[in-house]
Antibody, heavy 119, light 110 residues
Framework: EVQLVESGGGLVQPGGSLRLSCVVS????????MSWVRQAPGKGLEWVSA?????YYADSVKGRFTISRDNSKNSLYLQMNSLRAEDTAVYYC???????????????WGQGTLVTVSS | QSALTQPASVSGSPGQSITISCTGT?????????VSWYQQHPGKAPKLMIY???ERPSGVSNRFSGSKSGNTASLTISGLQAEDEADYYC??????????FGGGTKLTVL
């Protein structure tokens, strides 16, 4: 059974930093691209970042967030710096599938971890 | 990276069919057959329902189907059931290794 478990969320002040983690099981982690998707309270889904051999970011987080992975630990990370109130959201870890050589869709999701940016 | 446009809400009675539209541009939906659809119940993680425009993952009911015409993708749910009541999101590849979601549609089963 595929499982993705996020952790690391919490309350942080504007301008602060936070590191999210996602531990996966049930599939060969190193063989798949991974992504972070967020959802602000009461709002829709927003793609944040993805990692395969390279890293990719939404414009809204480029330069502030860094995605990384440790295949030996079956773990995905999101380092979030210079946090803003508008970064407040549930952050989901998701397994990404390719169509050909193109990022395509998310076939498995974690339950999410809440990040609140507030003073 | 502008969000795709979905209706805020749709509704239907049990047994009926409904269609949710997802309108993008020639830079995303119109250029790639890479639209996916997700179902999200309150407080739950999203679930993949359709990928590559019209493909259904194993385990997803064949009452769910996807299509595309020009810059607009559509999700059709036939034979509506109470358990289909949820939020639905479309997502498309948007070029340069980025993905974009729609704003979401709340489906109410009357």
């Amino acid at each position: 059974e595929v499982q993705l478990v996020e952790s690391g969320g919490g309350l942080v002040q504007p301008g602060g930093s936070l590191r999210l983690s996602c531990v996966v099981s049930g599939f060969t982690f190193s063989s798949y691209a991974m992504s972070w998707v967020r959802q602000a309270p009461g709002k829709g889904l927003e793609w944040v970042s993805a990692i395969s051999g390279s890293t990719y970011y939404a414009d809204s987080v480029k330069g502030r967030f860094t995605i990384s992975r440790d295949n030996s630990k079956n773990s995905l990370y999101l380092q979030m710096n210079s946090l803003r109130a508008e970064d407040t959201a549930v952050y989901y870890c998701a397994k990404v599938r390719y169509t050909g050589i193109t990022l395509s869709y998310f076939d498995s999701w974690g339950q999410g971890t809440l990040v609140t940016v507030s003073s | 990276q502008s969000a795709l446009t979905q209706p805020a809400s749709v509704s239907g009675s049990p047994g009926q069919s409904i269609t949710i539209s997802c309108t993008g541009t020639s830079s995303d939906v119109g250029s790639y057959n890479l639209v996916s659809w997700y179902q999200q119940h309150p407080g739950k993680a999203p679930k993949l329902m359709i990928y590559e425009g019209s493909e259904r993952p194993s385990g997803v009911s064949n009452r769910f189907s996807g299509s595309k015409s020009g810059n607009t993708a559509s999700l059709t749910i036939s034979g509506l059931q109470a358990e289909d009541e949820a939020d639905y999101y479309c997502c498309s590849y948007a070029g340069s290794s980025t993905l974009v979601f729609g704003g979401g549609t709340k489906l109410t089963v009357l």
